[in-house]
Each structure stands twice: as structure tokens, then as C-alpha cells.
């Protein structure tokens, strides 16, 4: 199965490649699990984990033993007990189970510490490989490599085969097509369809600057204010100084000028 879905993606691969001026597609391919198999480091830590994975197994198995002994106890026992104690001892026993269960879950479970660990210790080794595929396919010209241990596991592809970006633009073009209503609209958004990803990316480089000069026109003007703002609030203080200087000025000649009339009626009288 696998190898006929391959065969299939090559296929259509090569049609690409057929419709980009015949241009050749140079293919490639690793086997990860051999890459895994003779990898020292990996080999190591894969040893440790099989051992604590076999000491997990052996305490899942001695839980459900236990809930099992329980239960053949229960069964011999049954007809020497109250209808109580067998109630308190099934639930004992459902308590046990469940427990026993849950650890099984928690160690082998698709999110247990087995599936993690395995990830953790995988993973480094992906990183490498992943790094030395990208080498090696510039050095050697290659289009694509995949690994044949996986399901297309493509892990390596030339830039230039990419066609999300226009995958995106298309969902997006189809949603507003939905939403169109006039004639206008709807020539406008045939003429955007009509651009290739190049051509959008030069008009979103224009839209970028033309939007950047306006943030610049706008902290420009924004600064301006401030320094205005600025300005007018530091006059406003020396207005205030200066008033403040003159009442006081005023007040202090007041205040001398009742004094001295003051002094001038307690020499009279």
C-alpha cells in the first residue's frame, strides 16, 4: 500500500515537474528506522527505556493480579458474608481495578509516559537527520526526499514546489467571491485572479511601504503635537510664574502701604 501511494505521488510529481519547462525532478529517500538502528546514542537511551517500559509492565500486571486474587477471594467467600460486606468489598474491588487501569492508561496509554519518552528519544535523532537531508539535497541537486518507512513521509522539498501560498489565495478568492454583489466587485476580484503569487507579493511589498510612510507621516505629526503641546504647556507655566510673581508683588505693596498708614495713625493719636 504504501509503496502504491509512493508511486502515485511520484507520479504526480513528475507531472509537475513536467509542467515547469520539463524541468527533471531529482527524487531521494532515507530509511529511518535503519538510520535509527545504527545510531550508538539512540541505541543506548532505547535500552534504558525498554527497561524502565518492561518494569512498568510488570507492575500493571501484579495490579491486576491483585484485583483478580480479590476477586476469587470474593467468590469463595461470598455465601459466608452479609449482603454489606460483599457490597464493601466490590466497591473495594471496582476501586482497585480502576486504579489498576489507570495505570496501564497513564505508562501505554497515546499520551502515556511510553508514547513521550519515545518522542523525547526520537526526536534529537530526527533534528540531526533532518539538518543532514537539507545538506545533502543542495549539495547533490535534489527536488525531494522522502522517508519509506512512513506514509509520504516527505521530509525534504525545493521551495519552488511549494504552492501553498497560492492554495491560500485561492480559499481566500473563493470566500470573497461569496460575498460579491455588484459588477465592479466582481471584475475587480477577476483581475486579482489573474496575478501570479509573484506579481501579489511585489503589489503587497508596494501596499507595505506605502503603509510603513504613513506610520512615519503619522509619528512624524504625532511628535510634532507633543513638541507643540510641549511647548504651549511650558508657556503656560511661565504665564503662571510670572502672574503668580505679580500678585505677590501686588500684595506686598499693599501690605506696606497699610502698615505705614498704620504707623501714621498711632503717631497722631
Same mark, same amino acid.
Given at each position: 500500500?504504501?509503496? *502504491?501511494?509512493? /508511486? ?8 509537475? &515537474? ?18 535509527? +538502528? ?12 525498554? /527497561? ?21 477471594? =470474593?467468590?469463595?467467600? *461470598? ?11 466490590? &466497591?473495594? @474491588? ?6 489498576? =487501569?489507570? %495505570? ?7 499520551? &502515556?509516559?511510553?508514547? @513521550? ?35 509520504? &513521509? ?6 519552488? %514546489? ?32 489573474? $496575478? ?16 510603513? *510612510?504613513? /506610520?512615519? $507621516? ?11 503641546? /510641549? =511647548? ?7 504665564? +503662571?510664574?510670572? $502672574? ?17 498708614? +498704620? ?7
Amino acid at each position: 500500500m504504501k509503496k *502504491r501511494i509512493f /508511486s502515485i505521488f511520484v507520479i504526480a510529481v513528475l507531472g509537475l &515537474g513536467t509542467a515547469l519547462a520539463q524541468k527533471s525532478i531529482r527524487l531521494g529517500y532515507i530509511d529511518m528506522e535503519y538510520i535509527l +538502528e545504527n545510531v550508538p546514542e539512540y541505541q543506548e537511551a532505547s535500552k534504558q527505556l525498554e /527497561s524502565r517500559v518492561q518494569e512498568w509492565k510488570t507492575e500493571a500486571e501484579a495490579k491486576m493480579r491483585k484485583v483478580e486474587d480479590m476477586k476469587t477471594r =470474593l467468590d469463595n467467600e *461470598r455465601a459466608l458474608l452479609t449482603k454489606e460486606l460483599i457490597e464493601e468489598r466490590e &466497591g473495594e @474491588i471496582a476501586y482497585m481495578e480502576q486504579q489498576a =487501569l489507570e %495505570y496501564q492508561q497513564n505508562r501505554f496509554g497515546p499520551n &502515556g509516559d511510553y508514547m @513521550i519518552q519515545k518522542k523525547q528519544l526520537v526526536r534529537p535523532i530526527q533534528d540531526q537527520v533532518f539538518t543532514a537531508v537539507q545538506q545533502i539535497a543542495e549539495n547533490r541537486n535534489l527536488d525531494f526526499v522522502f522517508d519509506r518507512t512512513a506514509d509520504i &513521509g516527505m521530509i525534504y522539498a525545493d521551495k519552488q %514546489y511549494d504552492v501553498s501560498e497560492t492554495v491560500l489565495r485561492t480559499i481566500k478568492r473563493t470566500a470573497n467571491r461569496e460575498q460579491l454583489e455588484t459588477k465592479d466587485e466582481i471584475e475587480d476580484l477577476e483581475k486579482a485572479e489573474s $496575478r501570479t503569487v509573484e506579481q501579489d507579493a511585489e503589489i503587497t511589498k508596494r501596499e507595505e511601504l506605502v503603509e510603513e *510612510r504613513k /506610520s512615519e $507621516r503619522e509619528a512624524y505629526i504625532e511628535e510634532k503635537k507633543r513638541e507643540r503641546d /510641549s =511647548l504651549k504647556a511650558a508657556r503656560q507655566k511661565e504665564f +503662571e510664574e510670572r $502672574r503668580a510673581k505679580i500678585l505677590a508683588e501686588r500684595e506686598r505693596k499693599k501690605d506696606s502701604i497699610l502698615k505705614a498708614r +498704620e504707623q501714621k495713625n498711632d503717631t497722631i493719636n
